[in-house]
Each structure stands twice: as structure tokens, then as C-alpha cells.
């Protein structure tokens, strides 16, 4: 989400892979997945991204089997290169939750380098821009990876750790790596997980007979609704260019939205039939698509695929499904996943189960396809 000359990628990654086989590797199979999904007839890129991603794992496999526990350098070094491999998986079009191993491997080493489980503990790493970078990835892959009720597939649910959740920490910041992910809407994403477990304890809450909401899962849902509303951009991000300024503002506003779905269908259970519920979160997705035709062209696009999906899962009507669909076949950076996305958004739409709806939805499809889907 930042100009190239802050890009972490160009300027903390690529000059160490310059030196370092290993995360080398991550990166030219990283980009040799996008590039063989865009031309898939040619043989040679597609050998050779699985060549290089063959010297990642053997890569991965030796250095972590020999890692000194007291070595900070290299475990800040492998955090970086499994965050670029969890990429990976997710471009390459992975369906079966690899990517979800890796990041459990990426928690163990964020909680190994930051000791207490606090950004504080990381001033002996030497690089801590690299760091801070890898660690927003890690949220960033995390937040828009929460689709379902927390803990309903358990490898897909990572524990909610302080410096996941906690909006009032402070993170680590320098001059290139300043949310370069999240643009400003890192205090959003980071009330998903939160809105993921009200989901999970009102299915608990079913299972137990309870037919509505109990008066305590309100009271939470309310003071999440209350603490999305009263969000605000940071003042940073409204600075400089005007039209960056907009961008960002209508970004912010679709992660809202999403965020207002997420809970209205979480606190609703498995099944919604409630036309209340249904009406308001119409209304929900109505207002996220008339940001989307301006946003969806724009750089921004690539951190909407949460809200997106979540709208998506959501969406009964054909022409708005046929609508997203075209705008998710087409987006302007053409890799696999995003087919994969639209592919099982027409199963849920297509399942007439009367579970097959929204973010529960969305677990019920996989489920019943064996699936499990990535969002990068």
C-alpha cells in the first residue's frame, strides 16, 4: 500500500535475498506462481517455480532442524521467509491448508523474538524494520484468513496472542514500515478475530438449546459494534494526495462493512432466517458495492478480498453474484486464488441448504468439499 520507494518488499527482502539463497528461493517462487497462473501453457516457468519451491522446503526443513533457540538473527531471517512461503501456498492456489501450518510455524517464532509476547522485546533484533514487517504480514494473513466461527476448523485458527488482538499497543514503526499492508486499517482488521469467537459461542449457545442470543453475547456484540463504528483512520493517512486520501477513506469504510456483516451474521447462528437480519445486512452489502467499482481498479484492491467474500457469502441476489463474480475473475492481478474464491462462492450460492450462507456458510462449503481456501 506504499509508493515503491517504501515498498519492504523491494527494499528489506529483495537486497538480503540478494545474499541469501534461502529467502531467494521464497521470492522466485512467489512470483513464478503468479507468472505460471497468467501463462499456463509455458512448461519451463511452471518447472521452474517448483524447482525453486522444492529448495525452499529441503531450505526450510534443514535450517529449522538445526536453529539455535538463543539465535534472534535467524529466527527474525526464517520468520521472513515463511512469511513469503505462506504467500506462496495462497498464490499457487493451495486447497488443503498448507498455508495454515506455516503460519502456526511463524507465531512460534514472533513469540520466540518478542519474549513476553510485547513488541518491546524486540529492540535486539538488528533488523526490526524486517521484523515489524513480518509481523504485520503474519496479522494481515491471519485477519483476512478469519472467514468462519473461531475454532470450527482447527487448523485454521490460530490463537488470539496480545500482539494479534490488542488495539492498544503500539507497533513497531520506521520509516518504511508503517502499515505497509494495511494502509491505516490495521485497528479494523484487527476486531475480525474478535467478531470470529461471538460467532463461535453463539453456535456453542445453539447446541445447547438457546434459540436466541444470550444477554451477555449482546452486550459483546453491541460493544463491537460500538468499537467499529467509533473507529477512525489514523490522521497520517489523510495527509498528502488528495485522491490517495479518498482511496484509502472508501478502503476503510468497505472493512466496516464487512466487519458489520461479519457480526450481524455471527450473533444470528448457523442458520439466518431472520428477515431483519437479512434486510440489514442487504443493506450492508449494498453500501460495500457501491465503493467497489472505484476501489477494485485502484492498488487498494488487494487488502479488500476479506470484506469482499464476506459480502460475497452473503450476496442472494443474481446479479450482484453475477457481478462480484466477474469482478473477482478479473481483477487486475491475475492469480489463481481469486478463481478459486469465485469458484467456491458459486458452490455456496448454488447449495440450497439453508446453512450454506454467509462467513457459517462459508465453513459449511469447504467442509462438505474438502477445502480450504487462502486469502492473500
Known amino acids: 500500500m506504499t509508493p515503491l520507494r517504501s515498498n519492504p518488499l523491494l527494499m528489506l527482502l529483495m537486497p538480503l535475498g540478494c545474499i541469501d539463497d534461502l529467502l531467494m528461493h521464497s521470492l ?49 531471517r526464517l520468520l521472513s521467509v515463511l512469511g513469503i512461503t505462506c504467500l506462496y501456498e495462497i498464490v499457487s492456489g493451495d486447497t488443503q491448508g498448507a498455508t495454515f501450518k506455516h503460519l502456526h510455524a511463524c507465531r512460534r517464532l514472533i513469540l520466540s523474538l518478542l519474549g513476553d509476547g510485547s513488541t518491546k522485546s524486540a529492540s535486539s533484533i538488528i533488523n526490526s524494520e524486517r521484523l515489524s514487517f513480518s509481523i504485520e504480514l503474519y496479522r494481515y494473513l491471519v485477519f483476512s484468513n478469519t472467514l468462519t466461527p473461531y475454532g470450527i476448523t482447527s487448523e485454521r485458527s490460530l490463537p488470539l496472542d496480545p500482539f494479534l488482538t490488542n488495539i492498544e499497543e503500539p507497533q513497531m514503526r520506521g520509516p518504511l514500515s508503517f502499515e505497509p499492508i494495511f494502509a491505516g ?41 460500538d468499537r467499529i463504528q467509533s473507529w477512525r483512520l489514523d490522521p497520517r493517512y489523510q495527509e498528502g494526495d488528495a485522491d490517495r486520501r479518498e482511496q484509502i477513506s472508501r478502503v476503510a469504510e468497505m472493512i466496516r462493512l464487512g466487519l458489520y456483516i461479519y457480526l450481524r ?32 481498479p485502484s492498488q487498494y484492491t488487494v487488502i479488500l478480498l476479506w470484506p469482499v467474500v464476506i459480502a460475497g457469502s452473503c450476496t442472494l441476489i443474481p446479479d450482484e453474484q453475477n457481478v462480484l463474480l466477474r469482478e473477482i475473475y478479473s481483477m487486475k492481478y491475475g492469480m489463481k486464488h481469486m478463481a478459486i474464491v469465485g469458484d467456491v462462492l458459486q458452490l455456496l450460492w448454488d447449495d440450497p ?24
Open 265 to 296: 451474521s455471527a450473533l444470528a447462528g448457523s442458520v439466518i432466517s431472520d428477515a431483519a437480519d437479512l434486510c440489514a445486512i442487504q443493506e450492508y452489502i449494498s453500501q460495500l458495492y457501491s465503493y467497489a467499482h472505484v476501489v477494485l
Open 185 to 225: 486499517t490495521c485497528g479494523l482488521f484487527r476486531l475480525v478475530p474478535l467478531i470470529s469467537v461471538i460467532a463461535s459461542q453463539r453456535l456453542n449457545e445453539e447446541s445447547r438449546g438457546l434459540d436466541s442470543p444470550s444477554p451477555s453475547l449482546v452486550r459483546m456484540s453491541d460493544d463491537l459494534y
Open 28 to 76: 522466485l517462487a512467489l512470483g513464478g506462481a503468479h507468472l505460471a497462473h497468467k501463462n499456463p501453457t509455458n512448461m519451463l516457468l511452471a518447472d521452474s517455480t517448483r524447482l525453486h519451491y522444492a529448495n525452499l522446503i529441503r531450505g526450510l526443513r534443514v535450517e529449522i532442524a538445526r536453529l539455535d533457540d538463543n539465535d534472534l538473527e535467524c529466527k527474525e
Open 353 to 376: 441448504d439453508p446453512r450454506a450462507y454467509g462467513p457459517y456458510g462459508l465453513h459449511f462449503i469447504m467442509q462438505k468439499h474438502a477445502l480450504s481456501v487462502g486469502l492473500a
